[in-house]
């Protein structure tokens, strides 16, 4: 049980600064390891998820941010080949990346695929020295950072793929952080309604 929302709305504020403040000083080019980025954006996702999913289950989430959509990207499988662990890897392949299909997703949905992912691949913002080279040229590229993370969950991994911008996943953050519920009204002892607008403002 939680009872006090602000404990765990103060621990994701800290932790999305040092999120931001890791990748801010991570040198792509200096350290070209992505093991230490990755194991540290699925750590952090994957803890955030976690807590804002028991903050919803406790009612400490409005409902009006409940009844979000925020956008993402959706992939279609390209057929009806088994997705495994031995070929979740090849992306690529088993969905149809040159098609993203815009979609919207709610916090719970979005964070329950998160927590039960079965991929969780970061993309990268992958730039050209020189725009006259060749792409197959390996050494003209250089990582400029972190875009976003492919996901699915064991559920949907035969069905899609999906993608989330990593701005956009810290701005719902944001706003689960300033969410903060006025009104509540309970049924049989039960809550039925958490509301972060007053009955004057609505």
Do not use: C
Not at 12 to 19: F, G, R, Y
Not at 165 to 171: E, P, R
Not at 180 to 194: L, S, T
């Amino acid at each position: 049980m939680i009872l006090d929302s602000e404990i765990w709305k103060n621990d994701l504020k800290k932790e999305t600064k040092k999120i931001k403040k890791f990748f801010a000083k991570w040198d792509f080019e200096e350290d070209d390891s992505i093991g230490k980025p990755f194991i540290t954006l699925q750590k952090f996702s994957i803890y955030t998820s976690v807590v804002i999913r028991k903050l919803i289950d406790v009612r400490k989430i409005s409902d009006e941010l409940l009844s979000e959509n925020f956008s993402i990207e959706n992939y279609k499988k390209t057929d009806s080949t088994k997705v495994t662990k031995w070929n979740g890897y090849e992306i690529e392949k088993l969905y149809d990346l040159e098609l993203p299909l815009k979609r919207n997703i709610s916090i719970k949905k979005l964070t329950d695929y998160l927590i039960h992912s079965f991929h969780f691949i970061p993309k990268y913002d992958w730039k050209k020295f020189d725009q006259e080279l060749e792409d197959e040229d390996a050494e003209n590229w250089y990582n400029n950072g972190i875009l976003g993370i492919y996901f699915s969950s064991d559920k949907t991994k035969n069905e899609s793929l999906y993608f989330i911008k990593f701005n956009d996943y810290l701005n719902i953050i944001e706003k689960v952080i300033s969410d903060h519920i006025v009104q509540v009204q309970y049924m049989e002892r039960e809550i039925v309604k958490a509301s972060n607008k007053s009955k004057a403002s609505s």
